[in-house]
């Protein structure tokens, strides 16, 4: 009877470590497994941008992202195609991209370096026309998506995410914007705001959109203000380093920074740090505060403390520390692994 109870007890044994095993697998794999990302950007009229998707790819690259889609918040003619030259060179070439097709703003940039990228790098895609609305990237990226899983990334005007609130049913979905939202979207992360108060450039050149935004948007937003990005200055060691070569990564910010001498010491990173906390989370960098934005008709904007779903980065850690990070992963090379 005991050798029985003893046989028995391995038996038991044996199939509880395997359930244990198998719970832990499945628990490691859960953690690894790429987080969904639109990401949606004015790609110019500031340069920053560059630096933003670089990050983008290279997270992709080490499998801590898929990237759904790339969405333009500025339909100037040709910014599908620099979108285009950016995902060639990081070896997606047919990632889908959204232009807006309806009224939104126009900005590009005054150093003319899209004009380089799209007259040295190869890109498929010449013309706006020939991509999807920015709203039917939207609706079709979210759709494909379990529910409760999608990041979104924005780090221009907010035009695009107002007009998907408003957007009706289609052949995509039977939701509509905001259902879509509130179903498949896990977190918003803004470059947008300053704070605890102030007027901030994406916020306020859209600041119908931005208010409609933050007023009926339903999943947490985190915001890294334009007091954070300010501190971080990068590229420096991008533009220095001899072995990169033929990148328009590189090309951008050797054509930007020697024109402006508050770029100096490299330029302000505010859109990197919302592609960084996206993926990476916001510590040990910063800390947040929770609360509410409120926006006004002119743009500004003032924070109410308490408890929300919006909240915002407060510097923890020295600013130092995020630069060397952004300055390492925007000299990442297409198709190499980067933690």
């Not at 670089?54 to 003619?77: C, R, W």
């Amino acid at each position: 009877m005991n050798i029985i109870k003893s046989k028995n007890s391995k038996v038991i044994y044996r199939i509880l470590l395997f359930f244990c095993l198998t719970i832990s697998i499945s628990s490691q794999a859960q953690k690894t497994k790429p987080i969904p990302v639109i990401f949606d950007s004015d790609m110019g009229p500031d340069y920053d941008d560059v630096g933003a998707i670089t990050l983008l790819h290279a997270f992709a690259d080490s499998g801590y992202i898929n990237i759904l889609a790339t969405v333009a918040s500025t339909k100037y003619e040709g910014v599908a195609a620099v979108f285009n030259v950016l995902n060639t060179y990081s070896r997606r070439p047919e990632l889908l991209i959204g232009v807006p097709k309806s009224k939104a703003l126009e900005l590009k940039d005054s150093q003319h370096w899209t004009d380089s990228l799209l007259l040295n790098y190869p890109h498929k895609i010449k013309k706006n026309d020939e991509v999807l609305s920015s709203i039917e990237v939207y609706r079709r990226s979210l759709a494909s998506q379990p529910d409760g899983s999608v990041t979104i990334i924005t780090v221009g005007f907010l035009t695009n995410l107002a007009d998907l609130l408003q957007s009706l049913p289609d052949k995509y979905s039977k939701l509509t914007g905001k259902e879509l939202v509130r179903k498949k979207v896990k977190q918003l992360v803004c470059m947008a705001g300053s704070f605890p108060a102030g007027n901030e450039f994406n916020v306020r050149m859209d600041a119908a959109s931005s208010k409609n935004v933050f007023e009926n948007w339903e999943t947490p937003i985190l915001f890294s203000g334009v007091e954070i990005g300010m501190k971080i200055k990068t590229g420096l060691p991008l533009v220095n380093d001899r072995s990169i070569k033929n990148s328009p990564v590189k090309d951008v910010f050797r054509i930007c920074i020697p024109l402006s001498p508050q770029d100096s010491a490299g330029r302000m990173s505010w859109d990197e740090t919302a592609v960084l906390i996206a993926v990476k989370g916001y510590k040990p960098w910063w800390n947040i505060q929770t609360g509410k934005i409120k926006v006004a008709a002119d743009g500004s904007n003032t924070w109410e403390n308490g408890s929300s779903l919006h909240s915002y980065l407060i510097e923890s850690e020295s600013p130092i520390l995020v630069r060397d990070q952004i300055n390492k992963l925007i000299m990442h090379q297409p198709g190499k692994t980067k933690k």
